[in-house]
């Protein structure tokens, strides 16, 4: 069984999408503490819950395969582009300082769409150089998680596979197109506290003209009421559910409100059985789960690195 080390692993959302695809897990560092309470809640083998500029190489176990959602703020739109100008999109450097010591078979990256169009594709060049530089042949692609698993979630990142052996690499192949899609109303639970709902919102009389479907989403884009026409959620994001335009609003059999935390862990492919603590507020929920993966897609992925190493 092949064997997983997780740099940057939030709540273990790509970690649990590599164990439901039969890999093991050795270990996994985080920095923020309640992310690390969520994730030992839910894992039992190691996580370091520490900064990974301070991590030694040589106190890690050898992993077959390296993971790494690195931070995604400097690269994104909501994280004005800054890229490397900003601490954190250096830390894709410090990923690969571990890579070159542990020298995993594979290396498997996730970020945000922009990272391709980022300083013109220069930066996703940088990084794939120095990945090539390690000795790996990379492949990427941006994918979809409504149009690449069942979730009704509109989110694309950009995933990032990088092989020391070339045949594996010649064998790996991205995931298919999914042909079936869950609804909004499949992931909505049934008995939600009533601070969810608008009802006593400033905006509850123009939410409730124009939130009129059950079947999608909608969201307050400060003076106006967006609908997401194509049925889905749209991209969780880290600030979702605390105000704003972020907040993606449901009609449900009661009335208007938005998602719940669970009905958002729902929406990234966490089974209802991931434990969230209790003592947690639900920002701090939201953060954690709009921070995470999509796991089918992850699993997806990790069930075709698995193939390309064990040919029949």
């Given amino acids: 069984m092949l064997k997983v080390g997780s740099l940057f692993a939030g ?5 649990l999408a590599f ?20 994730y030992s809640a839910n894992f039992t083998h190691p996580i370091l819950c520490e900064d990974i500029k301070k991590i030694k190489e040589e106190d890690l176990i050898p992993v077959d395969i390296l993971t790494g959602g690195f931070p995604c703020q400097a690269f994104s739109v909501a994280g004005y582009r800054k890229g490397f100008s900003d601490d954190r999109g250096t830390l894709i450097f410090d990923l690969l300082r571990i890579a070159k010591a542990l020298k995993p078979k594979v290396l498997f990256l996730e970020n945000v769409k922009n990272l391709r169009s980022h300083e013109e594709g220069a930066t996703l060049e940088l990084i794939l150089e120095e990945i090539k530089a390690l000795g790996y042949k990379s ?4 994918l979809n998680t409504a149009d690449y698993s069942q979730l009704p979630q509109n989110r694309e990142r950009i995933y990032i596979v990088a092989f020391r052996d070339e045949d594996a690499y ?5 995931p298919k197109k999914n042909t079936g899609r869950l609804s909004i109303q499949d992931i909505l639970e049934q008995d939600v506290d009533q601070k969810f709902y608008y009802t006593h ?11 009129t479907k059950r079947e999608t989403c909608y969201q307050w884009r400060r003076h106006y009421v967006r609908e997401n026409k194509n049925n889905v959620c749209p991209t969780l994001t880290a600030n979702m559910g605390t105000g704003g335009h972020n907040v993606p609003l449901v ?6 409100r938005k998602l719940t935390p669970r009905e958002c862990a729902r929406l990234q ?7 969230f603590p209790d003592h947690l507020s639900c920002a701090s929920l939201y953060k954690q789960i709009g921070n995470s993966v999509s796991i089918p897609i992850v699993q997806a992925i990790a069930e075709n690195i698995s193939k390309a190493f064990h040919v029949k």
């Fill in 11 to 15: 709540i273990g959302g790509i970690d």
């Fill in 19 to 38: 164990s439901q695809a039969d890999f093991s897990i050795g270990w996994a560092n985080e920095i923020d503490a309640k992310a690390c309470e969520t």
């Fill in 139 to 142: 492949t990427y692609k941006v």
């Fill in 170 to 174: 010649s064998r790996f192949e991205f």
């Fill in 201 to 211: 919102s400033q905006y509850y009389p123009t939410l409730k003209k124009e939130i």
């Fill in 251 to 256: 009609l449900d059999h009661q009335d208007i």
């Fill in 269 to 275: 492919g966490f089974p209802d059985r991931f434990i």
